[in-house]
T-cell receptor
Framework: RKEVEQDPGPFNVPEGATVAFNCTYSNSASQSFFWYRQDCRKEPKLLMSVYSSGNEDGRFTAQLNRASQYISLLIRDSKLSDSATYLCVVNDAGTYKYIFGTGTRLKVLA | IAGITQAPTSQILAAGRRMTLRCTQDMRHNAMYWYRQDLGLGLRLIHYSNTAGTTGKGEVPDGYSVSRANTDDFPLTLASAVPSQTSVYFC???????????FGDGTRLSIL
């Protein structure tokens, strides 16, 4: 089993739609979680950290479910500019080890 | 503007040649990392440094070396390049381990 798993997609959604991605992780000791977006093999850019109580940043909401070992990203009112690959990243507590998922590709269609 | 600078942006290199990829950050971050990204695979850690003067091996360290003489610079050296090292290389830094990482623009390296 991979340490971090994501559905590769692509998720094709119309503008204005709500879309959600999940990411599962295998190490129950993982402490820090992040979502990044990556455009056309440019550098990954931090979208948001994921906190235990869940957190929201504008149209984006992140949730953590420790019992089932997954994190989720919800995008509301999708924009064309949201088209990208979304990377899930899990960090073992206090270590250098950040495990990247292979990403979920999102295409927002006009 | 604060951030991470990588150089070169891209490079074509003959097999067997030595190459150093440069990475500089001005955020005074303690930790720095080198990753490679290949199609169909997630980012894979090559080497890391938790603080100036220390380095460690990541998931795919063979054929690569790093040094961390100061806080800002973290060069990656390919002693004798091979075609399997053709990849996109990203340097990253974080204030500390378990903090979000910030990435440079990447270096696209082709080994012929």
């Amino acid at each position: 089993r991979k340490e971090v798993e994501q559905d590769p997609g692509p998720f094709n959604v119309p503008e204005g739609a709500t879309v959600a991605f999940n990411c599962t992780y295998s190490n129950s000791a993982s402490q820090s979680f992040f979502w990044y977006r990556q455009d056309c093999r440019k550098e990954p850019k931090l979208l948001m950290s994921v906190y235990s109580s869940g957190n929201e940043d504008g149209r984006f909401t992140a949730q953590l479910n420790r019992a089932s070992q997954y994190i989720s990203l919800l995008i509301r009112d999708s924009k064309l500019s949201d088209s990208a690959t979304y990377l899930c990243v899990v960090n073992d507590a206090g270590t250098y080890k950040y495990i990247f998922g292979t990403g979920t590709r999102l295409k927002v269609l006009a | 503007i604060a951030g991470i600078t990588q150089a070169p942006t891209s490079q074509i290199l003959a097999a067997g040649r030595r190459m150093t990829l440069r990475c500089t950050q001005d955020m005074r971050h303690n930790a720095m990392y080198w990753y490679r990204q290949d199609l169909g695979l997630g980012l894979r850690l090559i080497h890391y440094s938790n603080t100036a003067g220390t380095t460690g091996k990541g998931e795919v360290p063979d054929g690569y070396s790093v040094s961390r003489a100061n806080t800002d610079d973290f060069p990656l050296t390919l002693a004798s390049a091979v075609p399997s090292q053709t990849s996109v290389y990203f340097c990253a830094s974080s204030a500390d381990t378990n903090q979000p990482q910030h990435f440079g623009d990447g270096t696209r390296l082709s080994i012929l």
